[in-house]
């Protein structure tokens, strides 16, 4: 259905520039919510709203159960977190050489002539520091 034209201009309406509100940083009242929970775990969302609406605050009961709940929430996801598997992380042979040493263990070889001598001097140290 094609739609009607309208009729009439819409009116002009007064807009009043928006005053800032004070500049708090970003999550401030949930902070200060959270702050208010911990310090007063006894207390219903509502009584707490009235104490932080006291302060300064503008905060109402619903959105005090909001926090809480979400904090809750956070909590439980925390405990429930699964710990990492064996799978997850791959296992590392305890003989296992990275490139890193394979090199060394050539320029040692070359030094001392072949991979025997090498070995020999090895040894030797070994005995040296037992």
């Known amino acids: 259905m094609p739609r009607k034209p309208k009729t009439s201009e819409p009116e002009a309406v ?12 970003r999550g401030s009242k ?20 009235e104490l932080m609406n006291a302060e300064g605050w503008d905060v109402t009961a619903q ?11 956070e909590r439980k996801a925390k405990k429930a ?6 799978e997850a992380t791959p296992e590392v042979p305890t ?4 490139v890193g040493l394979l ?9 001392f002539g072949s991979i025997e001598e090498a070995k020999a001097a090895l040894n030797a140290l070994a005995q040296l520091l037992d």
């Open 14 to 25: 007064e807009t009043k520039p928006v005053e800032a509100a004070p500049e708090a940083p």
């Open 30 to 49: 949930t902070a200060a919510i959270k702050a208010a929970l911990k310090a007063n775990r006894d207390k219903l969302p509502k009584e707490i709203a």
């Open 63 to 73: 959105r005090i159960s909001v926090v809480k709940s979400t904090m809750k929430a």
């Open 81 to 86: 977190a699964p710990a990492p598997t064996p």
């Open 95 to 98: 003989d296992a050489v990275s």
């Open 103 to 111: 090199v060394k263990a050539k320029k040692l070889a070359a030094q």
